[in-house]
Each structure stands twice: as C-alpha cells, then as structure tokens.
C-alpha cells in the first residue's frame, strides 16, 4: 500500500477525524482575515493615542500585504522540508505570538506583531488550498468555498465589533485586538490531531520545473492580483466615493459592510459550480459582468442606486476571489503544485494589492476626483476578464523537460 494510501486509511480510522479536519479547516480560514480587518475600523484611534502620523499608521494595513508578497513563495518550501500539517500548525503558533505582540503597549511591538501576524497568515493562505486538494481531491469546489466563506465572513465580522469591544474593554484597542487571539487558539486546537497524521512530504512530490515559465501560471497570478486589487481599492475607497456624492460617513460605512456580506454566498456559490466544471469561463465572465455593472452604478452618481451598486461590486469581488483561490487547485496536477501556484499568484498578486491603495489615493490627490479611479477600475475588470478567460480554461500547469507549461484537462464526465 502506498504512503498516501496509509495516511488515508489511518486518517479514516481517527473518530471523526475527517470533522475535526474539516473544523481546523474553517478555524484557520477564519484567522486569516479578522487579524488584519479589526485594524481599520480604529486606525484613527491607534494613530491619536500613539501620535504616530497618518503614513504611518498606514503601514498597520501595509505590513501584512508586504509579508503575503515576501514570504508566500516560500511557503511550499517549509512545506516540503518540515510537512504540510507542521507547518500549518507553526504558522498558526506564529500568529498567535504575532497577536501577542502586537497588544503590547510599546510602537515597535505593534509593528513587530502586525510583521509576524502577516507572515503567519501568509503561510496559511499558500498552503490552506493545497490541503484541501489533497484531502478532498473530489469535493474541491465546496471545500473550497467553506473555506473562503470562513474568511470572509469574519473579516466583516470583526470590522462590525471591533469599535464596540474597544470602547467596552479596559484595555481598549489593544485589547480589541489582543481578543481575537482566542480565535487562533481554538485553530490550534483542531490542528493538534492533525500533526498526529504525519504525511511523507519530499519523495512523492513533482518538485521539478518552474511556474515562472508557464503562461497559465502567469495568467491565475494576475487574475489573483486583480481581484485582490479591486478589493482593497474597494475597501480602502469606498466609502469616501460613497460621501462625495452624498451619503452620510456612518451610511457610507454601512454600505461598505453591506459590500462584504453580498460576497459571502456569491463565494461559496461559484466556488462550487466551478468545481463541477472543467472549464470555469463563463463564471469569470459573470463575474466582471457584476463588476461592471456595481461600477457603472457609482459612475453614475445617483445615490439611490448605491446599495444595488455595492451589492453587485460585493457580488463581483466574492465571485472572483472564489475563482481565483479554487484555481490554484483546479490548473495543477498534485497538492504540491498547487502550494507553489498558490505561492507565486499570491506573491505577486497581493504586491499589486499593496500598491493599489496608495496608487488611487495619489491618483485622487491630484485629479480632485473619483470619476477617473471608477473608470479605471472598470478597465480593471475587463483586464480580469483578458486573463480570466486563459485562467479559467480547461487547461493545467504540468512539468516537462524541467520547465511547467500547460496541458489540456480532459472534460469530467
């Protein structure tokens, strides 16, 4: 029998073990976002009561995009030299010290833990996909929108509660964000049986060839990239769109969670009609089509169109962040091709998330305006779609004479 049918076989045999698998899946999943989202609702807070300036303060959201960037790549490395589950868990360990850290009333801990918090989420964001495509190579779609689900729904929670636990605990913001270091040990808990299943990481694996290469590769990335782009253009800018024309800061905010919870179902719904198809372009092209359309409605200025127009935006953002995490699983043949497709897209891809704020913040500056920023996040969208339509192919990233390039997936049945 083979290693992989034994780790199989002894995980099967573990009481419930598959559930306690499935439960340390969304656990992580849920750390991966609140972390960073419980920062922006009292940004203004920590700046006053630290006296930092505004650019720096701006770092707090920065640092962690930086991290994802720097330390995705070499995720699929730890991976094969110490083993999938003991690296999860170490990165959740690294996140809980990240959190630690970052609560301790000294600056240079707060910069401190939001680096090691952000290296910490960066692991898990690489490697949490490959997982699944290991565990659950027949159910990836729904796996996969669980898991994205689980994100994002406690990103938009924590925005919700962060200001309420902060002026309701006596260690205020530092407290607000010292809490969520109690979601990271419950992770922890579910991921100990899970280093109990040691899986043989090096022999079995292709760790040939370079997705550097391979066009499909390139293009999954820059669709990542884009998605990721919109999305913190959209929460770093739209309320200040949304108050230009209009509406109230406490209304603008509103909108803007009513933009993270029209994401949810939209997530785990593509995630799960793309998992049932070979080929996943027309859900692209229903992505930017919802896209397109959120944007057209802030184009137009009409402030009774601003809720349906959020709610498209929301709509197109979850759909295409459902694509973009499930085609690192879809496009490879093996767990450990997907790590390294999931490291390099998220590399590059949230470098351009981290330029995307400051760039349209800077673009205002100067134009005064937000009518040039919606137009250009609508060619944003079509961009997506460019690659959207390589990305979304029945094509995958195989090795060949050392070097990844892309190969036809025959049409499940």
């Known amino acids: 029998m083979t290693s992989k049918g034994n780790i199989t076989k002894k995980r099967a045999s573990l009481p419930l073990g598959i559930w306690v698998l499935i439960l340390g899946i969304i656990f992580a999943g849920a750390n991966l976002r609140a972390p960073l989202t419980s920062v922006g609702p009292i940004i203004e807070t920590i700046r006053q009561d630290t006296g930092m300036s505004h650019t720096l303060a701006g770092m707090l959201t920065t640092l962690p995009l930086l991290a994802f960037a720097l330390f995705s790549p070499l995720a699929p490395k730890i991976s094969r030299r110490v083993g999938l589950e003991y690296t999860l868990f170490g990165a959740l360990l690294l996140l809980v010290a990240g959190i630690i850290i970052r609560s301790i009333p000294y600056i240079t801990a707060l910069f401190i833990g939001t680096a090691v918090l952000g290296i910490a989420i960066a692991l898990c964001n690489v490697l949490l996909p490959s997982l699944i495509k290991r565990e659950f190579p027949n159910k990836v779609g729904i796996m996969t929108g669980i898991y994205a689900v689980s994100m994002n729904l406690w ?40 280093i109990r299943v040691h899986h043989q990481t090096t022999s079995s694996l292709d760790t040939g060839g ?13 669709f990542m990239g884009l998605q990721s782009t919109a999305f913190y253009v959209v929460v770093t800018w739209l309320p200040s769109i949304l108050q230009q024309q209009g509406i109230s800061p406490s209304g603008a905010g509103w909108l803007l969670s009513l933009t ?34 959120g944007y057209a409605g802030l184009f137009s200025g009409i402030t009774s169109l601003a809720p349906l127009s959020v709610i498209l935006i929301g709509v197109g953002i979850g759909s295409a962040f459902g694509l973009a995490t499930l085609f690192f699983v879809l496009r490879t043949h093996n767990a450990h091709q997907a790590a390294e497709l999931s490291g390099m897209a998220q590399s590059v891809g949230y470098l351009l998330a981290a330029i995307g704020p400051t760039l349209f913040g800077f673009i205002h500056d100067v134009t005064h305006n937000w009518t040039i920023l919606l137009l250009i996040l609508g060619l944003g969208a079509c961009l997506l779609f460019i690659v959207g339509m390589e990305a979304g192919s029945s094509n995958f990233v195989t090795t060949h004479q050392g070097n990844y390039r892309s190969s036809t997936i025959k049409k499940k049945a």
């Not at 902060?166 to 407290?175: L, N, Q, Y």
């Not at 370079?210 to 820059?222: E, M």
């Open 155 to 194: 990103a938009a929670v924590a925005s919700g509660i962060t200001i309420p636990i902060t002026e309701g605990v006596e260690f205020g913001w530092r407290g607000a964000l010292a809490c969520w270091v109690l979601l990271s040990v419950i992770s922890i808990v579910f991921w100990i049986p899970q």
């Open 210 to 222: 370079s997705l550097w290469h391979s066009r499909l590769a390139w293009n999954v990335t820059f």
């Open 260 to 293: 993270q919870f029209a994401s949810l179902p939209a997530t785990l719904i593509v995630s799960i009609l793309a998992g049932r198809f070979s080929n996943q372009r027309w859900l692209v092209g229903l992505s930017v089509i919802f896209l397109l359309l």
